[in-house]
């Protein structure tokens, strides 16, 4: 591989390869060996290095623990037939972050030190890509404000780091869904299109009480009159309603960018799928599942691809889903996002890079 950016490599001492089973891979439990970091000070990203996974040592007064600085993305990699890896869209996760970063008053990463941190660390861990079947290599970069610092402002200081954990098929079952209109994701103004840490602080709770009474995920409602769906869970959230997929919007600032959501989005334009970014309304949902109008209604997200949705309540009343056919939207959006990751269906919008 070319490499343009120049920087420090320590190798562990000893890999964890050996003594990790791949055919039981608990999500984001296994770690791979190394890390990339850089440390921003003075106005630049410095002392950039790629050093075995390890504990960091942090001052109790760090400011991102008390006040949030923080935030993330998520992307995967794929080993395909030849041994190649293969990372779908990372220059779309760069943008993301710095879209985050602004929001957050944190500072933006180059793209060389993301694309070049990201590909020699996956580069140096290539055997930590999982071959079997399904399975992938989850990438976390993320960045937090580093200054010992209890007074509430802006960090001075931050970390970015990128770590990797190979997953194994993560194929979700069917699940079930509870419409919230109690509390609220996000509201306009505030820190929903971000991918920042207290935004997922934030919805526990309420998932938490979902989960007691019997359902998997939320479906996120608008804060202001929870009339409107906005995402599932932490994946945005599609329906097809007489033919038509209807998805949020972005425009409110309330929606996660999703890459997921964009991609079948794209995918569905290609194959002349009607496609409408607009909130559909609580009554509309009910209204097309009373019918029997809804045809499908899944997430979109990295760590599932399609999150298949086969119950959905709606104030004290539970909806089942028809069974889909073979040949239902999602499962042809799927089956071609896979074909592509691993390498075995043409990439005609580029979306992947190869190492
Ligand atoms: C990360 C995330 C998504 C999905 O984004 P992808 O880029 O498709 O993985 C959707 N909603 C929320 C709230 C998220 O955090």
Same mark, same amino acid.
């Given at each position: 591989m070319k490499t343009s950016l120049a920087f420090p490599v320590k190798k562990i001492a000893t890999s964890k390869l050996s003594e990790t089973d791949f055919s039981n891979l608990v999500f984001g439990k296994t770690i791979s060996d190394h890390m990339f970091v850089a440390d921003y000070k003075d106005g630049d990203w410095t002392d950039l290095r790629i050093e075995p996974y390890s504990p960091l040592q942090l001052n109790p007064s760090n400011a991102a623990l008390h006040y949030g600085q923080s935030i993330f993305e998520g992307l995967k990699g794929y080993k395909n037939e030849e041994g190649e890896v293969i990372i779908f869209r990372p220059d779309a996760n760069w943008r993301r972050m710095n879209e985050s970063a602004e929001r957050m008053c944190m500072p933006s990463i180059p793209e060389e030190i993301f694309m070049e941190g990201l590909t020699q660390l996956i580069d140096l861990d290539?055997?930590?890509?999982? !071959?079997? #079947?399904?399975a992938s290599l989850y990438i976390r970069p993320f960045m937090f404000a580093t200054d010992d $610092?209890? &007074?509430v402002k802006p960090s001075d200081t931050y970390k970015f780091i990128i770590f990797t954990c190979p997953v194994g098929? $993560? $194929?979700? /079952?069917p699940v079930s869904v509870k419409v919230e =209109? #109690?509390? =609220?994701r996000a509201t306009e103004? &505030? !820190?929903?299109a971000a991918k920042t840490a207290g935004n997922y602080a934030a919805s526990l709770y309420p998932a938490l009480q979902a989960q007691k009474a019997g359902y998997d995920q939320l479906l996120w409602t608008d804060g /202001?009159?929870?009339s409107q769906i906005e995402e599932s869970g932490t994946m945005n959230v599609m329906f097809k309603i007489n033919g038509t997929i209807i998805t949020a919007p972005t425009? !409110?600032? =309330?929606?996660? /960018?999703?890459i997921t959501r964009e991609s079948v989005i794209q995918l569905a334009k290609d194959w002349n799928q009607p496609v409408e970014e607009r909130f559909l309304t609580v009554s509309e949902l009910k209204e097309a599942l009373e019918k029997g109008e809804l045809e499908e209604a899944f997430g979109t997200g990295t760590a599932a691809t399609i999150a298949h949705i086969r119950l959905i309540h709606i104030e004290g009343k539970d909806y089942e889903l028809p069974e889909k056919p073979a040949d239902a939207f999602s499962h042809r959006v799927l089956a071609e996002l896979d074909g592509i990751k691993y390498g075995t269906t043409p990439d005609p919008h580029q979306w992947i890079i190869k190492l």
């Open positions: 290539r055997e930590w890509v999982p !071959t079997a #079947k399904g $610092y209890i &007074g098929n $993560y $194929y979700s /079952k =209109t #109690k509390f =609220t103004g &505030g !820190t929903g /202001k009159s929870h425009h !409110t600032g =309330t929606i996660l /960018k999703g």
